[in-house]
């Protein structure tokens, strides 16, 4: 066999392989959506958003309650974000027993970044062009969906724009560009 002929073959390969697990989550992901469960898993949501925003000199995500924010978003989000974040909570939980023999919230701060590390490498491939397919058929993975809630959650809180980042109730000017201090919180308002 000449070498076009493999390499081509191999691609082949590739792409059936990639399309089938694609096509097998979208099916999977018909299923009925139980968003009863969300508000018991409040206190995982809050460990979760917590280890990605932790408290140090500033607020932390659950001083800003930021999964209450996380909790409505998801209700409020379409049909496929709903199921790909509670499966990605079920799987989140399955993998922290397995591994760790405990529930995330009685894990270590070690632990808890292990597992948030495992699920931020399993959410996207190496190559680009696959994660924008993915994210177009089967919605946003898990971890990247909590990590944009956690995030848009707290800046748009009050404890996270008055505290955490710097604020100005009243800008006296616009500035279009101001080039941060050292040590600077971002900004608030600009």
């Given amino acids: 066999m000449n070498r076009k002929k493999a390499i081509k073959s191999l691609l082949a ?17 018909s299923h009925a959506v139980k968003l009863s469960d969300l ?4 206190q995982l949501i809050a460990e979760l958003a917590e280890t990605i925003i932790p408290r140090t000199d500033t607020p932390g995500a659950k001083d ?8 409505l978003m998801i209700k409020e989000s379409d049909h496929k974000s709903q199921h790909n974040f509670l499966a990605g909570l079920a799987s989140l939980e399955n993998y ?8 995330f ?5 070690q632990q808890k970044f292990d597992i948030l590390k495992h699920f931020e490498d399993k959410a996207t491939y190496s190559i680009g062009i696959l994660n924008k397919i993915n994210n177009k058929f089967l919605g946003a993975p898990f971890f990247n969906k909590l990590k944009d809630l956690t995030v848009e959650g707290y800046c748009t809180s009050q ?3 008055t505290q955490g ?8 000017k616009f500035e279009a560009c101001i ?7 971002a900004w608030a308002t600009k």
Avoid at 39 to 42: A, E, W
Avoid at 165 to 172: G, Q, R, S
Avoid at 179 to 185: A, E, G, S, V, W
């Fill in 13 to 29: 390969f590739a792409a059936v392989g990639v399309s089938s697990v694609s096509i097998y989550e979208w099916t999977s992901s």
């Fill in 39 to 42: 508000p018991h898993k409040k």
């Fill in 64 to 71: 800003a309650h930021v999964e209450e924010f996380i909790i």
């Fill in 96 to 103: 922290t027993a397995d591994k760790f023999g405990r529930s």
């Fill in 105 to 109: 919230i009685a894990c270590t701060p």
């Fill in 159 to 161: 404890l996270g724009a």
């Fill in 165 to 172: 980042m710097a604020y100005n109730y009243i800008p006296v």
């Fill in 179 to 185: 080039p941060l201090q050292k040590n600077q919180k």
